[in-house]
């Protein structure tokens, strides 16, 4: 992560591991004062800009590539990755305006502190949106996005079961003859 622009907030970096179409660490934002919750269910908190560095070799392996990947917010009410800005207070309202060419490029304090502003600068290698939501974050791209790996147990489980459907006609089998 290059910037956070908040005042007492934590951060927390997750990792790749936990989803495939991912091009980031996936990193949970929170801490700041929770003003109540957005349209999409989020926690509305003070505005400020997040960037996320990008991995380079991960987003090589995305669908469309640097040029097709923003900022996205985990929606815990959904469980879907969207981009970041549709979980603030203006359900990214502020952003309709923009192009693409617009939100191409790094994040300038100038021109973009403007709530829903958005934007890939591809050339440093980071995604970055003007958001008002405590929320988890990663890079993807919106129409490709993350999904969850399942943990090391979801699988023992899932194996554990193909077996014991395997072993249960055998059992049948068994009680039918005696």
Known sequence: ??????????????????????????????????????????????????????????????????GALALLWYNPVTGQWINAVLGNSDSGAGASGETLAQMSGAYNASTDFNLSYYGVDVADGYAWAVLDHNSEFGVGNPNDPPLAVPEPSTWMMLISGLCLLAFIPRLRRKAARS
């Open 1 to 66: 992560m290059r910037r956070l622009m908040a005042g007492h907030v934590s951060v927390t970096f997750n990792g790749t591991g936990n989803f495939t179409n991912i091009a980031s660490n996936a990193v949970t934002v929170s801490g700041m004062a929770n003003l109540g919750t957005t349209p999409a269910g989020a926690k509305q908190t003070d505005q400020f800009v997040l960037e996320v560095s990008i991995n380079a070799s991960a987003a090589s392996q995305i669908t469309g590539g640097a």
